[in-house]
């Protein structure tokens, strides 16, 4: 890609690992359990991350129910860490911040009766902003390249479809690869995403070995992708989803002048207002019988 063309092996990586901990997505409802083994699979692949090179950033996001928050850098300056024997202080302190800021950040969250989606797409926006901010206050003349990891068991969502949109043209502008990493479902939005931005996608086979998936296919930085072994690019479906019912749609109408898509024609657009004629069925001419 003529994107990755200019990156040397020295530049800096900031990874930015999104990981869904919604107790909706259907995973944790089989087994809650689920969620300690995931964060524990990410927590390694971010030290993973960290020890490749030395100018390597990380940041972890926790995409819930209610919302979005930093797990990794901190918010809360003030964790304490005790020194652990064996390991290396950065990682420990690495992994404590994740761990508490998560359990905070569940324990303060709102108790859900009905399932909730993910706000996945708002994440997403976090993450980039992240990003656009660290690479502002780089020394000039640094190439800081950046990419976002999601990891997620949540279902489709057409109702953040525009969110998802703005996101996935935006991480393209700004030369940010999206990785995907789905643990339950086939994400045909995210999916787009992955092609837009020259990410992977791959959705895990087997829970257990998530861990061994993530270093295999998401460690690599994706200008040395091309020369690895790795599973062939699923074929992308590229259905928009109505803004009128948040559906995927094979035929539909286009607004000429907002390019908001509906699955039914209606004489006012709802996103821009314009007034459209109602299109009259055009009658067969009759043909002039001559005399
Ligand atoms: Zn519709
Ligand atoms: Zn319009």
């Known amino acids: 890609?003529?994107?990755?063309?200019?990156?040397?092996?020295?530049?800096?990586?900031?990874?930015?690992?999104?990981?869904?901990?919604?107790?909706?997505?259907?995973?944790?409802?089989r087994n809650p359990d689920a969620l300690n083994s995931i964060i524990n699979c990410?927590?390694?692949?971010?030290?993973?991350?960290?020890?490749?090179?030395?100018?390597?950033?990380?940041?972890?996001?926790?995409?819930?129910?209610?919302?979005?928050?930093?797990?990794?850098?901190?918010?809360?300056?003030?964790?304490?860490?005790?020194?652990?024997?064996?390991?290396y202080e950065f990682f420990t302190f690495v992994e404590k911040s994740i761990k508490f800021n998560l359990s905070e950040l569940i324990k303060n969250?709102?108790?859900?009766?009905?399932?909730?989606?993910?706000?996945?797409?708002?994440?997403?926006a976090m993450a980039l902003c992240y990003i656009v901010r660290v690479k502002k206050a780089q020394p000039i003349g640094t190439n800081l390249?950046?990419?976002?990891?999601?990891?997620?068991?949540?279902?489709?969502?057409?109702?953040?479809?525009?969110?998802?949109?703005?996101?996935?043209?935006?991480?393209?502008k700004e030369r940010v690869v999206l990785d995907i990493c789905t643990l339950d479902n086939t994400l045909?939005?995210?999916?787009?995403?992955?092609?837009?931005?020259?990410?992977?996608?791959?959705?895990?086979p087997q829970l257990d070995g998530l861990l061994q998936?993530?270093?295999?296919?998401?460690?690599?930085?994706?200008?040395?992708?091309?020369?690895?072994?790795?599973?062939?690019?699923?074929?992308?479906?590229?259905?928009?989803?109505?803004?009128?019912?948040?559906?995927l749609i094979d035929i539909g109408f286009v607004c000429s002048v907002c390019l908001s898509i509906f699955c039914k024609f209606s004489p006012i657009c709802t996103t821009c207002s314009t007034v459209f004629k109602v299109p009259v069925p055009i009658k067969p001419k009759k043909k002039k019988i001559k005399t």
């Open 1 to 29: 890609m003529s994107t990755m063309a200019e990156t040397t092996p020295d530049d800096p990586s900031l990874l930015v690992i999104c990981v869904d901990s919604n107790p909706s997505q259907g995973i944790l409802r």
């Open 109 to 124: 969250a709102p108790k859900i009766v009905n399932n909730v989606e993910s706000m996945l797409a708002g994440c997403l």
């Open 213 to 247: 998936y993530l270093l295999w296919i998401f460690l690599p930085e994706p200008s040395i992708r091309s020369k690895l072994a790795l599973p062939p690019a699923v074929k992308v479906d590229y259905r928009a989803a109505c803004f009128c019912h948040r559906e």
């Open 42 to 87: 990410v927590t390694a692949f971010g030290n993973a991350h960290l020890m490749h090179k030395p100018q390597n950033k990380l940041a972890v996001l926790s995409c819930h129910h209610n919302g979005s928050k930093f797990l990794y850098p901190s918010p809360e300056k003030s964790l304490e860490i005790r020194q652990m024997d064996g390991q």
């Open 188 to 204: 045909v939005l995210l999916q787009q995403g992955c092609d837009i931005t020259g990410g992977h996608y791959l959705k895990v």
């Open 145 to 172: 390249i950046s990419r976002i990891l999601v990891v997620t068991g949540s279902e489709d969502s057409a109702h953040q479809y525009m969110t998802y949109m703005n996101v996935f043209f935006t991480a393209q």
